[in-house]
């Protein structure tokens, strides 16, 4: 297992076009989340899924974003009619399970700019 | 909500000196996880935290969880330029899956 990976890595597109970045954790971990860094900060959450159950949605996600996780296992996040603000580095991580004594595992991102 | 601020914002340290990151919460932490980003990369996970008066190290970097459980600090030993980059707390609340970060601390590493 190579850990978490993230299609594609960069992402460029112009303004008010859709976009569509997957992700798929690593094996077995039923725990998906997706986060969005912009510069200079730190990444903030968007969404989780348990399995293809989603399970919590940032305010964050508004009605342009979509997620989702069909078969519990790969996800898919959507950003439809894209805007300058979207531009960010979208994050997934995975876990088994996330408690005190267990971490997420990162992919290495989509770095998406509108143009 | 919950809000973790760390500081320094940035740092640059001379190789070979020693520095500590900090991070404190605005509430009691449940856990407390350490990641490492290089730029334009993911995050690599560090350590975690979860019991007040916890000490943890690996390699050159030692973390702690202060007694009250509401700050942490990152201690690195004799600074390598393998060190630079941005080191992020992330809290989770307990019965809450989501981890909230902090705006993290850049370090760079001269020679």
């Known amino acids: 297992d190579t850990g978490v990976s993230q299609d594609p890595r960069h992402k460029i597109t112009k303004r008010g076009q859709n976009v569509t970045f997957r992700c798929d954790p690593i094996?077995?971990?039923?725990?998906l989340y997706w986060y969005r860094q912009t510069l200079g900060q730190g990444p903030e959450f968007l969404t989780y899924?348990?399995?293809?159950?989603?399970?919590?949605k940032s305010r964050l996600l508004s009605d342009r974003f979509s997620a989702e996780r069909p078969k519990g296992s790969f996800s898919t996040l959507e950003i439809q009619r894209t805007e300058q603000g979207d531009s960010a580095m979208y994050l997934c991580?995975?876990?088994?399970?996330?408690?005190?004594?267990?971490?997420?595992?990162f992919g290495q991102g989509t770095r998406l700019t509108v143009v | 909500s919950q809000e973790l601020e760390q500081s320094p914002q940035s740092l640059i340290v001379q190789e070979g000196k020693n520095l500590t990151i900090n991070c404190t919460s605005s509430?009691?932490?449940?856990?407390l996880y350490w990641y490492k980003q290089k730029y334009g990369e993911g995050l690599i996970f560090l350590m975690m935290?979860?019991?007040?008066?916890e000490e943890k190290s690996h390699e050159k970097i030692t973390a702690k969880l202060d007694e009250k459980k509401q700050q942490s600090s990152l201690h690195i030993t004799a600074s390598q330029p393998s060190h630079a980059g941005i080191y992020l707390c992330?809290?989770?609340?307990?019965?809450?899956?989501?981890?909230?970060f902090g705006t993290g601390t850049r370090l760079t590493i001269i020679p």
């Open positions: 991580a995975s876990s088994p399970f996330l408690q005190v004594n267990t971490e997420a595992f």
């Open positions: 094996s077995e971990h039923n725990r």
């Open positions: 899924f348990q399995n293809e159950a989603q399970l919590e």
């Open positions: 509430k009691t932490l449940y856990g």
């Open positions: 935290l979860q019991k007040g008066g």
């Open positions: 992330g809290a989770a609340q307990f019965g809450n899956e989501k981890l909230t």
